[in-house]
C-alpha cells in the first residue's frame, strides 16, 4: 500500500490573536492548536513521523512538541509554497503521498482527511484537495471571504486557485473556496514545488500556484468537497476564535 507522510505548517506568528506566541501554541478548548492537528494526525495510523514546518520561536515549539516529530526550519516567511519547499526535503523515500496540513486547521475532521487520502489512494491522481461552497460572506462565514477562490475552467474542472489580495472584483464573487488541504504525489511535488514563482500582491510563494501548474500539465486532480463548512474556519484573531467555540465543531 502507497505510504503517507504529513507535512504540517506551524511557521506562523500569532499577530492577529493579539499575542507574542507561535500560532501553534494558540488555545482551542484548552489544547495547542498544534495538538489538535498531531492528534488528527496520530488517529490516522501512518507509519511515518510528521514533518512539522516552524519559523517563529522554532524552539518554543520544539520544546513544547518534543523529539516525536521532524522539524523542518523555515528561516523567512515567505509562502506556504516556500515552507513545503522547507520540508520536501525531509519526506521518506517510500512516501509515495505527501498530506499537507496547517496548523489552524484546528476544525477539520478525521473523516475528512480520511476521505482525501482514500481518495488519493483510489483515483491515483498528481493532487487531491478539498473545496467548500459557502451560501454567502456573511455572518460567520465573513472570515471565509479571505478564502482562495477555486477557479474552474469550461469543462469545469479546476483550474487555478486565486488568493483573495490577487483576485478580480468578479474572481471574489466566486463561493466555491479554498480550506487548503491537500494530498500531493510525492514525486510531483518534489519535482514542482521550486518552479513556484512570487509574483503577486503578497510578494510570497503560494502553494496553491501549484494548482494551475497540475492543470497546465495536465495531470489529474481530484476534488473532495467538503459538506460541514464550519471545518474551514481557521481562525486567525481572537474573534474568529470565539466563534468558532460558539459554533463547537466537534
Do not use: C
Amino acid at each position: 500500500m502507497d505510504q503517507v507522510q504529513i507535512i504540517i505548517l506551524a511557521a506562523g506568528r500569532s499577530t492577529r490573536m493579539k499575542s507574542e506566541e507561535p500560532k501553534a501554541l494558540a488555545l482551542y478548548k484548552g489544547k495547542y492548536f498544534l495538538q489538535h492537528i498531531l492528534d488528527i494526525a496520530a488517529g490516522l495510523g501512518l507509519i511515518n513521523k510528521p514533518i512539522i514546518v516552524v519559523g517563529y520561536k522554532k524552539e518554543k515549539v520544539v520544546e513544547t512538541f518534543g523529539p516525536d516529530y521532524i522539524y523542518a526550519e523555515q528561516k523567512e516567511q515567505k509562502g506556504t509554497g516556500h515552507a513545503v519547499a522547507s520540508a520536501v526535503h525531509l519526506l521518506k523515500k517510500d512516501a509515495s503521498i505527501t498530506l499537507i496540513l496547517f496548523t489552524d486547521q484546528i476544525a477539520i475532521s478525521h473523516e475528512t482527511i480520511q476521505k482525501i487520502l482514500t481518495t488519493h489512494l483510489e483515483k491515483k491522481p498528481i493532487l487531491t484537495m478539498a473545496t467548500i461552497v459557502v451560501p454567502d460572506y456573511k455572518d460567520w462565514r465573513v472570515s471565509m471571504n479571505h478564502f482562495g477562490r477555486i477557479i474552474r475552467d469550461t469543462a469545469g474542472e479546476v483550474s487555478k486557485i486565486v488568493e483573495f489580495k490577487d483576485a478580480s472584483e468578479e474572481e471574489r464573487l466566486v463561493k466555491e473556496v479554498n480550506p487548503s488541504l491537500y494530498a500531493f504525489d510525492t514525486n510531483w511535488l518534489i519535482e514542482n514545488i521550486d518552479k513556484l514563482k512570487n509574483e503577486n500582491a503578497q510578494g510570497e510563494y503560494y502553494l496553491t500556484d501549484l494548482i494551475m501548474m497540475a492543470h497546465d500539465q495536465k495531470k489529474k486532480i481530484e476534488i473532495v468537497p467538503i459538506t460541514d463548512i464550519r471545518e474551514g474556519i481557521h481562525p486567525n484573531s481572537k474573534e474568529e476564535l470565539e466563534i468558532l467555540e460558539r459554533l463547537s465543531v466537534e
